[in-house]
T-cell receptor
Framework: DQQVKQNSPSLSVQEGRISILNCDYT??????FLWYKKYPAEGPTFLIS?????DKNEDGRFTVFLNKSAKHLSLHIVPSQPGDSAVYFC?????????????FGKGTKLSVKP | ETGVTQTPRHLVMGMTNKKSLKCEQH?????MYWYKQSAKKPLELMFV???????ENNSVPSRFSPECPNSSHLFLHLHTLQPEDSALYLC????????????FGPGTRLTVT
């Protein structure tokens, strides 16, 4: 059973508008969450992360929100740019868990149209 | 070279072949990882090495054999693979300890015929 779920396989947004990518998790022991971005023919690149002691983390155009009670996190991209078109992966980890044991979702493909 | 590099980028092999995937990290990290990404599936962690010692082996079949000769290099030796092993194999590295942020290579696209 998947512990990290990205239920939207794809999302299409107009340039300049907000992109909201969602992620749900089932393991209440997860305490650190990450978003990765992946372009075709490249490996995933780290984008932004959040610890479970926070509910928001912001880095430029990217903001991650965490709702622990709902076991839900989201990535907001404002404003969206065509270069943001990529597959976005949500990942989670449990403090004290196995070294580097990141659990990934299946990814959401974001298309930003000019 | 910077970051994490992987060779080859593409590999086609028969089920009776033996081949190796290579990963090299230029970031001074002390932990390295092998992941498998199959179509329409999440990334699956295969192996973790920390300070050149294997610390994780997620029930991976023995036809996959990792080797970490030093903290900068990681290999995945392949033998008698099955067609269902065709996937993208990604290498990653991190600072280790409780550093969750992993840096990925571009991957090797493996096709088993």
């Amino acid at each position: 059973d998947q512990q990290v779920k990205q239920n939207s396989p794809s999302l299409s947004v107009q340039e300049g508008r907000i992109s909201i990518l969602n992620c749900d998790y089932t393991n209440s022991m997860f305490d650190y969450f990450l978003w990765y971005k992946k372009y075709p023919a490249e490996g995933p690149t780290f984008l932004i992360s959040i610890s479970s002691i926070k509910d928001k983390n912001e880095d430029g155009r990217f903001t991650v929100f965490l709702n622990k009670s709902a076991k839900h996190l989201s990535l907001h991209i404002v404003p969206s740019q065509p270069g943001d078109s990529a597959v976005y992966f949500c990942a989670a980890s449990e403090y004290g868990g196995s070294q580097g044991n990141l659990i990934f979702g299946k990814g959401t493909k974001l298309s930003v149209k000019p | 070279e910077t970051g994490v590099t992987q060779t080859p980028r593409h590999l086609v092999m028969g089920m009776t072949n033996k081949k190796s995937l290579k990963c090299e990290q230029h970031l001074g990290h002390n932990a390295m990882y092998w992941y498998k990404q199959s179509a329409k599936k999440p990334l699956e962690l295969m192996f973790v090495y920390s300070l050149e010692e294997r610390v994780e082996n997620n029930s991976v079949p023995s036809r996959f054999s990792p080797e970490c000769p030093n903290s900068s290099h990681l290999f995945l030796h392949l033998h008698t693979l099955q067609p269902e092993d065709s996937a993208l194999y990604l290498c990653a590295s991190s600072q280790g300890g409780q550093s969750y942020e992993q840096y990925f290579g571009p991957g090797t696209r493996l096709t088993v015929t």
